[in-house]
């Protein structure tokens, strides 16, 4: 089966700064990618997603890339705020199978 | 309509007793699962149903008992449940036409149903 690994666990960074977080994925037939945050007692939101026949999408701060040869996937958040701070899951999941494998999760920390 | 809900939203049992949690969506979707979630940890996959059918079960214990009535209801059944199933219980849907394009296999979940067994 599918194994997805994200780093790093926790991420700390000044308000302002970027923050990025990577995960790896094993089964090359992957190919829908998305990204979730969780703020503390409330459900996770699809924030991002990327399918692999593209390389790249951006929303506003929000941005994921996708490389399928080496099976990664990066979150880049650019002029973090305060309310950014959660946990982040990413996820990866094919065609039709209804089944999404999820990373362990980054706790992101933006300092005021 | 672009929401999952979930009743109740906190739930305490005993051990002996038998309860329900229940899911609601009115996207159209036919694919519908339950998660568990322990803090601080990702989602755990626990059932998918896929129109109306069961399609996934993740070797989850009997005291655990899913059931869809319908394309938009889905509930999960506890009895006899342990301390350690103390948890968060989430219910999410998505698409599951992949010829409608756009977001198919975007999940959407709902807020979730805390549970606490003493």
């Known amino acids: 089966g599918e194994n997805v690994e994200q780093h790093p666990s926790t991420l700390s960074v000044q308000e302002g700064d970027s923050a990025v977080i990577k995960c790896t994925y094993s089964?090359?037939?992957?190919?829908?990618f998305p990204w979730y945050k969780q703020e503390l007692g409330k459900r996770p939101q699809l924030i991002i997603d990327?399918?692999?026949?593209?390389g790249e999408k951006k929303d506003q701060r929000i941005a994921v890339t996708l490389n399928k040869t080496a099976k990664h996937f990066s979150l880049h958040i650019t002029e973090t705020q305060p309310e950014d701070s959660a946990v982040y899951f990413c996820?990866?999941?094919?065609?039709?199978?209804?089944?999404?494998?999820f990373g362990s999760g980054t706790k992101l920390n933006v300092k005021p | 309509d672009t929401e999952v809900t979930q009743t109740p939203k906190h739930l305490v049992m005993g051990m002996t007793n038998k309860k329900s949690l229940k899911c609601e969506q009115h996207?159209?979707?036919?694919?519908m699962y339950w998660y568990k979630q322990k803090a601080k940890k990702p989602p755990e996959l626990m059932f998918v149903?896929?129109?109306?059918?069961?399609?996934i079960n993740e070797s989850v214990p009997s005291r655990f008992s899913p059931e869809c009535p319908n394309s938009s209801l889905l509930n999960l059944h506890l009895h006899a449940l342990q301390p350690e199933d103390s948890a968060l219980y989430l219910c999410?849907?998505?698409?599951?036409?992949?010829?409608?394009?756009?977001?198919?296999?975007?999940?959407?979940f709902g807020p979730g149903t805390r549970l606490t067994v003493l």
């Open positions: 999410a849907s998505s698409q599951e036409d992949g010829l409608a394009g756009g977001t198919y296999n975007e999940q959407f």
């Open positions: 089964d090359s037939a992957s190919n829908y």
């Open positions: 990327i399918r692999s026949n593209v």
């Open positions: 996820a990866a999941s094919k065609y039709n199978f209804n089944k999404f494998y």
């Open positions: 996207m159209g979707h036919r694919a």
């Open positions: 149903y896929s129109y109306e059918k069961l399609s």
